[in-house]
């Protein structure tokens, strides 16, 4: 008769695996090469079958450890496809669930005949269900068995042990996804870490266009329908349900349209939504700090060849500094992309190895310094809060996965 070794994907087929893993018993092993009269051939032959599998499974524990580790602190994953985690979690054990299915079906019972139903089609039973392992245990003990039923037994306990230990974590990982699915707050703080690092990845796409263009660019899916939600509570609900339904392509294109529309909506350019993104009452003041610039009077050194003045290192690093601008960005890139791309006064460019040298050698001691402090505090937006609250809090530690024992 034939067997059947389908089975589906999904978390009652781990729960299932689980169960047949706990109800393993020397004395049934024992009871089914009895009832089949392995020869000694045969039992050496399955010994290293399970062998081979066993090497597979480790490697596969291995791998599926450091997913357990890293899936659920991250938003998006690779390969949803609209599928469940149980289902992708199958695909990362395929090893383990040929080995296990090739076990059941070797202890199958050898039946000839072949079983039909009424409407002629054939029986295929589950391997699972008709596995001699299902069946009492042997009476007379290990004792009496040769060496090679003894060491088959010695690498059964092992297969189903590491069976056990792997099914185990595959249902915490499940778990896990669960309990931040219905916790809004944790769920949120995943959320906006894995759109915060998604946003720094596309860094040098967002550069590609200007203000207008990108005000232009299409919102992807997710954005729109996010822009939806009605209140903080169906806002919530919407993160928490699009947990794990992103793949980080498409969560990149999410976190790059979500910076710039909000950054647009506060009037901010392109490479400032994407700079300052995460504080973006900060970002506004010391937009309007640059739009105002000529007004802390900025004059440098004399250009001969610009024949003008060039904008003041010292005040660009001053400025710098005053909002601790490393939290956002490199030093260079705020000055070559952001406070040049936007200063439109009438001073010329200064080089930026000039500015750090100046940045370096700053104090907050500073007289000019603290009056430079004090003269900036009036392009403050009035939503913005004081400099020693500006840092934003960093982002708590997601809790580690646990692993199984």
């Not at 893993?21 to 009269?37: D, N, R, T, V």
């Not at 089609?121 to 392992?133: K, M, Q, R």
């Not at 950054?263 to 350019?269: M, Q």
């Not at 973006?280 to 003045?309: A, C, M, S, Y």
């Amino acid at each position: 008769m034939r067997f059947s070794t389908i089975v589906d994907k999904d978390e009652n087929t781990l729960k299932f695996l689980q169960k047949k893993a706990e109800e393993y018993e020397e004395g049934k092993l024992l009871q089914s090469l009895s009832s089949k009269q392995y020869s000694v051939y045969e039992v050496q032959m399955m010994t290293a079958d399970i062998e081979e599998g066993i090497a597979k499974m480790r490697k596969e524990h291995i791998s599926l450890l450091n997913f357990a580790a890293f899936f659920n602190k991250e938003y998006a994953t690779d390969n949803n496809k609209g599928f469940e985690t149980a289902y992708r979690l199958f695909n990362r054990i395929r090893s383990t669930i040929a080995t296990t299915k090739r076990l059941y079906k070797k202890t199958c019972r050898r039946i000839q005949k072949s079983g039909k139903l009424a409407n002629g089609e054939e029986i295929t039973p589950s391997v699972f269900s008709n596995s001699l392992l299902n069946q009492s245990s042997d009476l007379f003990g290990l004792d009496t068995y040769p060496e090679s039923v003894k060491e088959l037994c010695k690498v059964m306990n092992e297969f189903f042990k590491l069976l056990m230990t792997i099914i185990k974590l595959c249902r915490k990982v499940i778990a896990r996804e669960r309990e931040i699915r219905e916790d809004p707050k944790l769920c949120v703080l995943i959320y906006k870490d894995s759109c915060s690092k998604a946003l720094k990845e596309v860094k040098d796409a967002m550069g590609i266009f200007s203000g207008q263009q990108a005000q232009m660019l299409p919102l992807d899916d997710f954005t729109k329908r996010k822009q939806n939600a009605s209140d903080n509570n169906s806002l919530q609900k919407f993160i928490c349900d699009g947990l794990h339904t992103l793949d980080p392509q498409q969560l990149k294109a999410h976190s790059y349209c979500e910076a710039l529309s909000a950054g647009n909506k506060e009037g901010l350019s392109t490479i400032e939504s994407k700079l300052f993104n995460e504080d973006l009452n900060t970002g506004k003041w010391i937009h309007n700090v640059i739009v105002h610039f000529d007004e802390l009077n900025p004059k440098g050194r004399f250009d001969k060849k610009l024949q003008k003045h060039k904008v003041s290192t010292k005040h660009v690093a001053m400025l710098m500094l005053a909002f601790n601008i490393t939290r956002f960005c490199d030093k260079k890139e705020f000055v070559e992309n952001c406070f040049f791309e936007e200063y439109k006064g009438i001073y010329g460019k200064a080089n930026y190895s000039t500015i750090n040298e100046q940045y370096k050698n700053l104090s907050k001691d500073d007289e000019e310094y603290k009056s430079f402090v004090e003269n900036i505090s009036k392009y403050k937006p009035t939503d913005c809060q004081q400099f020693s609250s500006c840092i934003p809090t960093p982002l708590s530690i997601l809790p580690n996965m646990p692993t199984a024992n």
